[in-house]
């Protein structure tokens, strides 16, 4: 079993950044973010492969966000600038053993329990 703790969130304004942290209880192959507005379903943002080749990103967030990740401390980061009212959510860190950076929900094994990004336009 392995548990995710992220950290990171809270309230800026738009065109300003954030940095997400979600630090794992251990190794895990691949690693992502997704993320979930008040009535919505919860989206795809952000993932990336064991050894951070491969990394897969929404459209949406394409050249504002980026994920990365140190296997030393087991933690991936969300690194997200430009940020814009609509990206306002719960953003939850996931963990999966498959390879690919998947951006389907149902491929993550483990979740973590979500921090608040709240941006004010």
């Known amino acids: 079993q392995v548990r995710l703790v992220e950290s990171g969130g809270g309230l800026v304004q738009a065109g300003g950044s954030l940095r997400l942290s979600c630090a794992a209880s251990g190794f895990t192959f691949t690693m992502g973010w997704f993320r979930q507005a008040p009535g919505k379903e919860r989206d795809f943002v952000a993932a990336?492969?064991?050894?951070?080749?491969?990394?897969n990103y929404r459209d949406s967030v394409k050249g504002r966000f980026t994920i990365s990740r140190d296997n030393a401390k087991n933690t991936v980061y969300l690194q997200m600038n430009s940020l814009k009212p609509e990206d306002t959510a719960v953003y939850y860190c996931a963990a999966r053993w498959g390879v690919a950076p998947s951006g389907i929900h149902s491929d993550y094994d483990y979740w973590g329990q979500g921090t608040q990004v709240t941006v004010s336009s």
């Open positions: 990336i492969s064991w050894n951070g080749g491969l990394t």
